[in-house]
């Protein structure tokens, strides 16, 4: 893209009619109260930090919020009115662009949605959303949607780059390393990281490979460590939580513990290893035992991932892996790169199912082609067990290359399940 990060703010905001009614109303909102809920993942909390600091420019009373469940639920939405009947807009940022939300004036007039996952429905008529993929995919994070937002009112400084860049990473959006920085994100790429932030991508031979190094088992780069340890110290939106492994941890929220950490300005130095950047931080102790339980974890889900993984089908040139675990942390994130050890420079998918208890499975997709939609597959299969089951308590959906589904229910029938995964696939 030939063009300048402000000029193509610019070209967002004469084209794209969310961005212009966000950017018209935030300065409304001055000593206002609102509620904004973010996705509980690294790039929902990096959201949420860039958009606090921009609200609290504009002494915006702004109350931010990580539950659990990915789709905001309508309950949700009334409980939180009703503890806080003060607030007047609901922003709902990184949790899907889902056509449920358009219902969610009946408690909040205004309803503005931040997002960059592919649309779910078709009527939005009565809510505010600024996502770029609501037509065409689009590979960008909340983190950099939210950049934009703030940048528009001047409001972005080297510390903001640098949470967008955290968000862009572990979400997937961009692999430096690797070379792989899409269009959409390019001119804020070349502006202002290349400038500020090299020593971050600098290929590094004497760095542990990192769960985003799937290409590469032999080397990594500064952003790769300080990402994973977002996504260690978040939970990774899994709610991979450390609760019960020490008292220390007990009550912790982690997601809310991190953007606690993070949305105050903490000092940018270039550092040698990911030691180095947690030392300065506040809370070092608590976050070095969140990411010391992750480390070993991470090493025992690997094993798993020997023994249990099948080449169960091919579609086409399309290799079709399945892993079967129970109770697994950190199986999507393990799954992804042990995929490209499998595939063997092959177009894969890999399909893994989590037995967390007889009523709660999680299945997480992955793949090296978008020639499967593993995201509409989800989305699909989530579908189909609300009908079957009769209840509306499983939710799926995601990327081309990256998806997941829960499946919550009572007498949970997982032949039904793998028979319209199969037929989904088929």
């Known amino acids: 893209m030939n063009t300048s990060y402000s000029n193509f703010i610019k070209y967002l905001l004469e084209t794209n009619a969310g961005l212009k009614e966000i950017y018209n109303l935030i300065p409304k909102l001055k000593h206002k109260n609102v509620v904004t809920f973010c996705h509980?993942?690294?790039?929902?909390?990096?959201?949420?930090?860039?958009?606090?600091?921009?609200?609290?420019?504009?002494?915006?009373?702004?109350?931010?919020?990580?539950?659990?469940?990915?789709?905001?639920?309508?309950?949700?939405?009334?409980?939180?009115?009703?503890?806080?009947?003060?607030t007047e807009v609901l922003f709902i940022i990184d949790k899907g662009t889902i056509e449920e939300y358009n219902n969610f004036v009946e408690f909040y007039p205004k309803v503005v949605v931040i997002d960059h996952h592919p649309k779910i429905g078709s009527n939005f008529d009565n809510i505010i959303i600024f996502n770029p993929a609501l037509q065409t995919y689009v590979r960008t994070s909340a983190s950099f949607l939210v950049h934009i937002v703030s940048t528009l009112f001047n409001n972005t400084n080297i510390y903001d780059d640098f949470i967008c860049l955290i968000g862009l990473k572990c979400d997937w959006a961009i692999d430096p390393l690797n070379n792989d920085v899409p269009e959409f994100v390019s001119t804020f790429y070349n502006e202002r990281i290349l400038l500020s932030f090299n020593w971050l991508i600098e290929k590094n031979y004497n760095l542990r490979a990192t769960m985003f190094d799937i290409k590469n088992n032999n080397f990594s780069c500064l952003l790769n460590q300080i990402g994973e340890l977002f996504f260690a110290i978040t939970g990774g939106g899994f709610q991979y939580f450390y609760n019960s492994y020490n008292e220390k941890l007990k009550n912790i929220d982690q997601p809310k513990f991190c953007f606690e950490n993070f949305v105050s300005e903490i000092p940018l130095k270039k550092v040698n290893n990911i030691d180095e950047?947690?030392?300065p931080l506040p809370n070092k102790e608590i976050i070095r035992v969140i990411y010391d339980y992750f480390l070993h974890d991470w090493s025992t889900v690997e094993q798993c991932f020997d023994h249990q993984t099948f080449l169960v089908k091919h579609i086409e040139t399309i290799k079709i892996f399945f892993f079967f675990g129970k109770n697994t942390k950190l199986m999507p994130m393990v799954g992804s790169k042990k995929l490209y050890e499998f595939a063997k420079g092959s177009e894969s998918v890999i399909i893994m199912f989590n037995f967390e208890n007889e009523n709660s499975l999680h299945i997480s997709f992955?793949?090296?082609?978008?020639?499967?939609?593993?995201?509409?597959?989800?989305?699909?299969?989530?579908?189909?067990?609300?009908?079957?089951f009769g209840q509306n308590t499983s939710s799926g959906g995601g990327h081309p290359l990256a998806a997941e589904c829960k499946i919550k229910t009572e007498n949970l029938d997982f032949l039904f399940i793998f028979k319209e995964l199969i037929n989904l696939l088929e």
Do not use: C
Request: aromatic share 10%; no cysteine; hydrophobic share 35%.
């Open 40 to 86: 509980d993942d690294p790039d929902g909390v990096t959201s949420a930090i860039l958009f606090k600091r921009l609200t609290d420019k504009f002494e915006i009373k702004n109350t931010i919020l990580f539950p659990y469940k990915f789709p905001l639920s309508k309950q949700e939405v009334i409980d939180i009115k009703t503890s806080l009947p003060e």
């Open 277 to 279: 950047f947690i030392n």
């Open 366 to 388: 992955r793949g090296t082609t978008d020639k499967i939609h593993l995201g509409k597959i989800a989305s699909s299969l989530a579908d189909k067990s609300n009908t079957y």
